[in-house]
Structure formats: C-alpha cells, structure tokens
C-alpha cells in the first residue's frame, strides 16, 4: 500500500521559510513524477510545484516561482518543497502526490494525473 506521509508545515511570520518534506512507502519503485498542491481556505486545491522521475525537470506555478524549490531524493523515496520568503496567501493545506509509473509524458499540474496523495500538512503564515 502507496503511502505519502508530508512534514514541515508549521506557523512563520511573512518573509519566513518552511521546508517540507514528504515520504512515500509502499513502492519499490521511487522515480516517478510528484508534485506538491495546495488548498487555502475556502479556495479549491490548486497545483504548486512538480518534478519529474529523475529530478531533471521542474514546474511552478507563476505564483511561487522565483521563491518555492521542488527537490528529490530517490534514494530516500523523499520530495522536499522549500519555501521562500513566504507570503499570507501561501497559507493553505500542502499536499504531496505520486504519479504511477505507467503514467508518460512529464509531471503534470493536474490532479488527475497523480494517484496517490498524502493527507497534507498545514501552513500558516502570518503577516
């Protein structure tokens, strides 16, 4: 059974960071696409960050780029998201997502296109 396990969320005043992490379980196989999504209050869950299988591809949203980095470490079935100089509007619930391995293509911004996620972690940013 696929687990994603997210860490890191935590309460930081604006212009603060937060690594988070996330660990997956359950398969053998950790080079596949991921990517990190977000739901703020009262707001629909929205793509943030992705990378690809070996690491050698990432996306953003044009919201967070310039100040968000996704990263990888397969041989700790790990994905980090660090975030830069945060803002009151990055407070949301950061979810983690794996994509499945017969998914092609590149990491994807939709939700659809990842079949496992964890249960998130929250971050509050305070102004």
């Known amino acids: 059974q696929v687990q994603l396990v997210e860490s890191g969320g935590g309460l930081v005043q604006a212009g603060g960071s937060l690594r988070l992490s996330c660990e997956a379980s359950?398969?053998?196989?950790?080079?596949?696409?991921m990517g990190w999504f977000r739901q703020a209050p009262g707001k629909e869950r929205e793509f943030v960050a992705a990378i690809s299988g070996s690491g050698g591809r990432t996306y953003y949203v044009d919201s967070v780029k310039g100040r968000f980095i996704i990263s990888r470490d397969n041989a700790k079935s790990a994905v980090y998201l660090l975030i830069n100089s945060l803002k009151p509007e990055d407070t949301a619930v950061y979810y983690c997502a794996a994509a499945a391995l017969w998914r092609t293509g590149g990491p994807g911004t939709e939700e659809y296109k990842y079949d496992y996620w964890g249960q998130g972690t929250q971050v509050t940013v305070s102004s």
């Open positions: 359950g398969y053998t196989d950790s080079a596949r696409d």
